[in-house]
């Protein structure tokens, strides 16, 4: 996954180019702007912000199943000029096993005037982009670790742009030779979810030894004479049983053997009947 931050810096030209002539990798480019149009501000005050958490889920659902593909490309085309845009992003990589990389341009401010000018979309207005150009706050922190900063194109000739789409295509490939990184909550119900499942797993092995440890046992019991009703292991097996599912009782090695399921469950019994 990349995001891709700049003031009207030729970001989305950039991301078309590599859309139209990457080899390596499997792009696909969610474009900011397509998806979110014009907010309303006079029906809701969080218009906006609602409109970019929508997106956020959806770019959520994208990135699940795509863990294992290692060459999918996520190219987010948007300007991102707040870092708590980016860490949302960020978090939803963590939580799907991707890598976050971001392509930043540096634009000047009079750049950035100019190109707005020549967009065949909307033009956003001269004030809005000074504003935006002052308060953009570009990657230093810690996790944001992978990132390639491109300078701002003076004049968008072909040959410049195919040397910068080459050179995006190499940050692209150093990304996804890249580990991702787990988010810590992700980590800890993932080891709890194989805890659940070792110890479900420990369960139903117990069980199906303990049948024929009691089955053996009151084979043993009836030609030494010994009258123990089969209810009374039962009750036995469903106590011993518990505790094993509590993590009261728990067993080393696996898979268990049964001469071990026999010792600990014959050393429960007798300690039961004393008490």
Not at 104 to 126: G, H, M, P, Y
Not at 184 to 212: I, N, Y
């Amino acid at each position: 996954s990349s995001g891709i931050n700049a003031e009207y810096g030729g970001k989305t030209t950039l991301c078309t180019e590599l859309l139209n002539n990457s080899t390596k990798h499997r792009i696909s480019h969610i474009c900011y702007d397509k998806h979110i149009t014009r907010v309303d501000h006079s029906a809701c005050a969080n218009a906006w912000s609602n409109a970019r958490q929508g997106m956020n889920q959806k770019i959520a659902g994208l990135l699940k199943g795509h863990s294992d593909r290692g060459n999918q490309i996520f190219l987010l085309d948007d300007n991102f000029f707040y870092r708590g845009m980016r860490k949302e992003i960020f978090h939803l990589a963590q939580q799907n096993s991707c890598v976050f990389g971001q392509i930043v341009f540096r634009v000047s401010k009079e750049l950035a005037i100019s190109a707005n000018s020549d967009r065949k979309a909307t033009i956003v207005t001269s004030e809005t982009i000074e504003k935006m150009h002052g308060s953009i706050e570009y990657p230093i922190e810690a996790w944001e670790k992978h990132v390639l900063q491109l300078e701002e194109l003076s004049e968008y000739k072909h040959s410049t742009l195919n040397d910068r789409v080459d050179h995006v295509n190499q940050f692209l490939d150093y990304l996804c030779k890249q580990v991702p990184e787990v988010d810590p909550a992700v980590e800890q119900g993932q080891r709890e979810a194989e805890r659940e499942r070792c110890l479900k797993d420990t369960v139903q092995q117990c069980e199906l030894l303990m049948r024929k440890v009691i089955s053996e046992k009151i084979k043993a019991d009836r030609i030494e004479g010994r009258k123990i009703t089969y209810s009374v292991y039962s009750d036995a097996k469903a106590v011993f049983l518990g505790e094993v599912k509590s993590g009261a009782i728990s067993f080393e090695k696996q898979p268990i053997s049964m001469e071990t399921v026999k010792e600990r469950f014959l050393e429960h019994f007798v300690k039961s009947a004393r008490n």
